[in-house]
T-cell receptor
Framework: GAVVSQHPSWVICKSGTSVKIECRSLDFQATTMFWYRQFPKQSLMLMATSNEGSKATYEQGVEKDKFLINHASLTLSTLTVTSAHPEDSSFYIC???????????FGSGTRLTVV | DQQVKQNSPSLSVQEGRISILNCDYT??????FLWYKKYPAEGPTFLISISSIKDKNEDGRFTVFLNKSAKHLSLHIVPSQPGDSAVYFCAAKNQGGKLIFGQGTELSVKP
């Protein structure tokens, strides 16, 4: 599968500020990347599909104006949590489909804490 | 609507014995099923997968079985080792390429 780098691994921010999370595919040109969120002791929930050169597609119930996704190149997708609130505190993970159609590789995740 | 379900939140197994993790799904259009292993504050690590046209796939100590008629898959780990202790997620890939995850099962392998 692909090699995926995600940064930062953790971030603490104040309510009302914005936080940007980067996901890089280091050895694979990814036209598509996926963003997930995991609350403690829960499943990984798909938030959105990041599409290179076009708009992201969001899952039902995910606010596109709050979670801004930019996929400007074949190796980089960013997720920006805008005007963060404590309820946005979660573990955010990106995923890159690999060369085989089932070899999805995940980043190491970002722990966001909003205080 | 939980399309992928792992009904056992936890499982405890003795070292050397078999661990069996179960997963049920509702959507017959899923074309691949995957198992991931996850530690806290880390991303999931791919373990093994199976195509919907197969009923078994084996890789070392890990075997995945798929029963399409029952919409059920299971992951067998044998022999279980303490290093296998982690949360295991099953995931199903839909035709749009998205992975849908179950809730996870926390496996504890005791020495």
């Amino acid at each position: 599968g692909a090699v995926v780098s995600q940064h930062p691994s953790w971030v603490i921010c104040k309510s009302g500020t914005s936080v940007k999370i980067e996901c890089r595919s280091l050895d694979f040109q990814a036209t598509t990347m996926f963003w997930y969120r995991q609350f403690p002791k829960q499943s990984l929930m798909l938030m959105a599909t990041s599409n290179e050169g076009s708009k992201a597609t969001y899952e039902q119930g995910v606010e596109k104006d709050k979670f801004l996704i930019n996929h400007a190149s074949l190796t980089l997708s960013t997720l920006t949590v805008t005007s963060a609130h404590p309820e946005d505190s979660s573990f955010y993970i990106c995923s890159v489909p690999g060369r085989a159609n089932y070899g999805y590789t995940f980043g190491s995740g970002t722990r966001l804490t909003v205080v | 609507d939980q399309q992928v379900k792992q009904n056992s939140p936890s499982l405890s197994v003795q070292e050397g014995r078999i661990s069996i993790l179960n997963c049920d799904y509702t959507n017959s259009m899923f074309d691949y099923f995957l198992w991931y292993k996850k530690y806290p504050a880390e991303g999931p690590t791919f373990l093994i997968s199976i195509s919907s046209i197969k009923d078994k796939n084996e890789d070392g100590r890990f075997t995945v079985f798929l029963n399409k008629s029952a919409k059920h898959l299971s992951l067998h780990i044998v022999p279980s080792q303490p290093g296998d202790s982690a949360v295991y997620f099953c995931a199903a890939k839909n035709q749009g390429g998205k992975l849908i995850f179950g809730q996870g099962t926390e496996l504890s392998v005791k020495p």
